[in-house]
């Protein structure tokens, strides 16, 4: 395991610096930095080395310079474990991704979990349904997400978020069901963390939802789909067609400044990819040689 591990992160090492060296046409920009933190990281980008040693993927991370990272599952630890392995090395869980029913059924617990790591978000990615996502299920989901952050809000101090996968992007009245959550949920209690890909996946446009409400968006999930990809309402595609930040269909540099500009606190990347150790590299490259 620790030989893997090993492998595993001289594999980054290397991929960052063949990323670095070759560069990329952004590089020749001039200006000031578009982006010029170091990104956050998304747990499920290492989901699988997570699960296996835990404390091994973070010093890989760790390598890598993360510090801000959003985690969506405790890995078979309790979250006072994974928090002591987080403060050994300087590495913040600023958001704690949850299921739905758990969000609505185990409250409490959510909370309780999300304040032992240290985080100030609280996140659903998913609302379950079948079929089409419908105005019935998003005046669910309306009520569903108020309960949440008021309860969040009040007994922990911690902000909801709710994460779109594409699918409440369906047409009605004038806009999309996603408008629709937007503007029905009380912005004292429900924020929002826009995912580039399944804002772009149904045919949207990242960078105009976040302008068009620059004050509910608090986080973002930065990933890029493979071009030639044509894409749809399901919310769902292969992991294959997550590819390095930049490579892809998304206009990066649009989205990053709609979110600069409307003050967005957290951007984290989210690889799916089974080339997540190359293309991870790739990707904190690209945002450094980005500027204005």
Known sequence: MKIKHLSLRGAFHAALFAAVACGSPALAQK???LFPDQPGMVSYTFRNSLSKNTAATLDTIKALKITDMEFSSLFGKTAAELRKLLDERGIKCSSFGVGYDDALNKTQEVGNNAKALGAN???VAW????GPFTLEMAEKTVADFNKIGKQ???EFGLTFCYHNHGYEFEKHGDGTLMDYIIQKTD?????FELDMLWTFF???DPAALISKYPDRFKLMHMKDLKKGITGNMSGGTPVENDVA????QIDIPAVLKAARKAGLKHYYIEDESPSYATQVPQSIAYLKS???
Do not use: N
């Not at 912005?187 to 924020?191: I, Q, T, W």
């Open 31 to 33: 200006g000031k930095p």
């Open 121 to 123: 978000f609280v996140r």
């Open 127 to 130: 609302v379950p349904h079948k």
């Open 152 to 154: 969040l809000k009040d």
């Open 187 to 191: 912005p004292k209690y429900v924020s």
């Open 202 to 204: 149904p045919g949207q």
């Open 245 to 248: 930040l930049g490579t892809g």
């Open 290 to 292: 980005l500027k204005y």
